[in-house]
Nanobody, 117 residues
Framework: QVQLVESGGGLVQPGGSLRLSCAASGFTVSRSTMSWHRQAPGKERELVAFISITGGSTSYADSVKGRFTISRDSAKNTVYLQMNSLKPEDTAVYYC??????????WGQGTQVAVSS
């Protein structure tokens, strides 16, 4: 079964850290462009970060540069989003997606991140 399953969300205080995981099955993450997106209440979904098929290129939204890091573990077929120095405005549902040549973009079910004191 081709799917993405996110995990690692939760409630954290401002300044804290979380690591989100996106476990893929049915396909290989190293042959896909993998991305993290987020959607806050009342706002549109936005791209947070992506890592290229080769893994040699990453890109981040300006709002998270220097604080978030996307990475992948090909052996575990999993993509991660390390989030440091979290702010209340990072509160959102975070989604993982995969863009594979010749296929529609695949989405996970999302994981909730709440940053609050």
């Amino acid at each position: 079964q081709v799917q993405l399953v996110e995990s690692g969300g939760g409630l954290v205080q401002p300044g804290g850290s979380l690591r989100l995981s996106c476990a893929a099955s049915g396909f290989t993450v190293s042959r896909s462009t993998m991305s993290w997106h987020r959607q806050a209440p009342g706002k549109e979904r936005e791209l947070v970060a992506f890592i290229s098929i080769t893994g040699g290129s990453t890109s981040y939204a300006d709002s998270v540069k220097g604080r978030f890091t996307i990475s992948r573990d090909s052996a575990k077929n999993t993509v991660y989003l390390q989030m440091n120095s979290l702010k209340p405005e990072d509160t959102a549902v975070y989604y993982c997606s995969a863009r594979r040549p010749g296929y529609l973009e695949l989405w996970g079910q999302g994981t909730q991140v709440a940053v609050s004191s």
